[in-house]
């Protein structure tokens, strides 16, 4: 017998008892995934400018951090746990984080240097030719153009971020994924938690995938309209 | 053109990573103030490598080239490109900005204020044939011939005194190729430009340049000289093989039909006599003559017609077979063989000038 007779599947009243701490797990689980996107994002930046300087870094990059996104999520928090200390909150956070931002970097850097390597060559002899310097070309030329394949990328790492940030619960983190694990670890099977735990994590998932389409949509107008 | 250089070339090499040979090869070239200079020749002759390092978008191996008089490798490579104009085949349009913020780009890259670079790209959308509309377009919803007209105003934006092209009419159409050959050949005549052309296509070559280099493997200059007297004096057989057959033709297409003297031809007054129209008819060993009106020609008419009466009562037939003195000889020559008069009429804005027959244009061929 898996739920106690008595108690329904989904239970409101739970909701309305605890709707300040569902907020602030859900606060939490943003915060947990858009510092992992924002640090990413970043780091990603960095090791695209490298893989564009010297090409011959690029496999060596995308076999890092393709490791890095292989490895399970659990096996890097054990890893890390004694290396950053989980003991204060702190260290519980920035061991969270480091495991979450090692699973964008893969998707990220490959994107970036993707987006800008499919910059036809002509555009981009083309502004050399007008004079920009190389800085220019690549801020104001070529990432404005690999912007939809950045973009791209940057949509795939948010629902994997979402979906991983649960499993930081472990760590006593976890925003939403709070829920799911507290759901199981009752003495009696809690299902109501875990469907608010899941539910509300896919939601998220959801919105910030559309988000991320219509600000790529808003950046880019110029790919929406005519091909002739 | 004056006698300065704008551009020279002096043992320019360039030998690119992991080559056995060198591309370009102690390559010499002086290019007159306002001169337009084609480059051409067969794949791998260096041309377009030689061109790309006048903008340092390809850094030479050694020799030196100076443009307006200064050393193109003392300047940092982006300050020199901002004052040579530059179009190439595939166009490379900005495709995020708008067809106003590509023509711009120079001019916002060097500083003018907002009113300047609008005014300017309102003056080059007039220059190169833009319709206005397509200002705020982007690249994308132009056809290829309105693409390549903005990147030649793009490269004209901040009134360079040097423009390079590569090849910029190789990826639009043969006949809007035609007509954009013409303008530009007309636009760089009020303009003034020093360009470099280069391109693989010989008539090309001919049509726009004032003067054309040929160029062999390596860089090395066959032939530097007018079309003229490339087509009449090949240097070698290279050139002359290079120019291909229809030598003779291809000279005409450069001599002008103003050039030669006119005969009046077979050409009498409305008032004239039949017996006057067998006369002339006679004289210049034809069936029809043709009939004036003061300055211009309303028409023509065949012998048999004069069997229903004079000439002031014949119904005439109309005028085909004109040119204008503008036309190329090849163009008369075209007209010569396809029409049934056996002649060139030659008509400039309704005034009549002139005839010309086949013998006058082979005078030309021969020389």
């Known amino acids: 017998m898996l739920f106690a007779q008595e108690s329904p599947l989904f239970d409101w009243s739970w909701v309305q008892r605890n709707f300040d701490t569902i907020w602030e797990r859900t606060v939490e689980h943003m915060t947990l995934t858009g510092v992992a996107l924002g640090v990413g994002l970043l780091m990603a930046m960095g090791l695209a400018v490298l893989a564009l300087r010297w090409p011959a870094t690029y496999e060596s990059i995308t076999s890092i951090t393709g490791i890095m996104y292989t490895i399970p999520s659990l096996a890097v928090f054990a890893f890390l746990a004694p290396i950053v200390g989980i003991s204060t909150p702190t260290g519980r956070f920035v061991t969270a984080e480091v495991a979450l931002v090692s699973y964008t970097l893969l998707i990220l850097v490959r994107n970036i240097v993707t987006g800008i390597r499919n910059v036809p060559a002509g555009t981009t002899e083309a502004a050399l030719g007008m004079g920009y310097r190389p800085s220019q070309v690549l801020r104001r030329i070529q990432v404005p153009l690999a912007m939809p394949v950045i973009i791209a990328g940057l949509r795939i790492a948010t629902v994997t971020v979402i979906g991983l940030v649960t499993v930081t619960a472990l760590l006593g983190k976890g925003g939403l994924g709070f829920f799911i694990l507290d759901g199981f670890r009752r003495s009696i099977l809690f299902p109501t938690e875990i469907i608010v735990g899941v539910t509300l994590s896919v939601v998220l998932a959801g919105i910030l995938d559309l988000g991320l389409l219509l600000l790529g949509r808003a950046m880019t107008p110029w790919s929406a309209r005519g091909t002739t | ?367």
């Open chain 2, 1 to 367: 053109m004056t006698d300065r250089h704008m551009i020279r070339l002096n043992d320019v090499t360039k030998v690119f990573p992991g080559a056995e040979t060198a591309a370009v090869d102690r390559l010499s070239l002086e290019i007159g103030q306002g001169e337009f200079v084609a480059l051409v020749g067969p794949s791998g002759c260096g041309k377009t490598t030689t061109l790309k390092m006048i903008n340092r978008i390809i850094e030479p191996t050694m020799g030196t080239i100076e443009v307006d008089g200064r050393d193109a490798m003392s300047v940092p490579a982006h300050e020199l490109r901002r004052s040579i104009g530059y179009v190439i085949q595939q166009i490379g349009l900005f495709p995020h900005r708008t067809i106003r913020q590509n023509i711009a780009t120079v001019p916002a890259l060097v500083g003018w204020d907002r009113d300047r670079i609008e005014a300017r790209v309102e003056e080059l959308t007039v220059l190169v044939g833009l319709e206005s509309s397509l200002l705020d377009r982007f690249p994308a919803e132009l056809s290829g011939g309105q693409q390549q007209r903005v990147g030649v105003a793009r490269a004209l934006a901040a009134d360079p005194p040097v423009l390079l092209m590569d090849e910029p009419f190789g990826a639009v159409d043969p006949i809007v190729r035609g007509r954009l050959q013409s303008e530009f050949k007309d636009l760089q005549s009020r303009l003034g430009k020093t360009v470099v052309f280069v391109t693989h296509d010989i008539d090309e070559a001919l049509f726009l340049g004032d003067r054309v280099a040929i160029l062999n493997t390596g860089g090395k200059v066959e032939q530097f000289d007018t079309a003229e007297e490339i087509l009449s004096s090949p240097a070698n057989r290279f050139v002359e093989e290079f120019l291909g057959g229809e030598r003779g033709l291809k000279r005409l297409a450069l001599l002008p039909v103003g050039g030669l003297g006119l005969e009046r031809g077979p050409m009498v007054e409305r008032s004239a006599s039949a017996d006057e129209a067998r006369r002339v008819m006679a004289e210049y060993d034809v069936d029809w003559f043709g009939v004036l009106d003061g300055t211009s020609l309303s028409g023509w008419a065949s012998e048999s017609d004069l069997a229903r009466g004079e000439v002031a009562g014949l119904e005439l037939r109309p005028l085909e077979s004109t040119v204008s003195t503008r036309s190329s000889l090849r163009e008369a020559l075209d007209v010569v063989v396809t029409g049934h008069n056996r002649l060139a009429l030659v008509v400039d804005d309704g005034v009549f000038m002139g005839v010309l027959d086949v013998e006058a244009i082979a005078r030309e061929i021969t020389g």
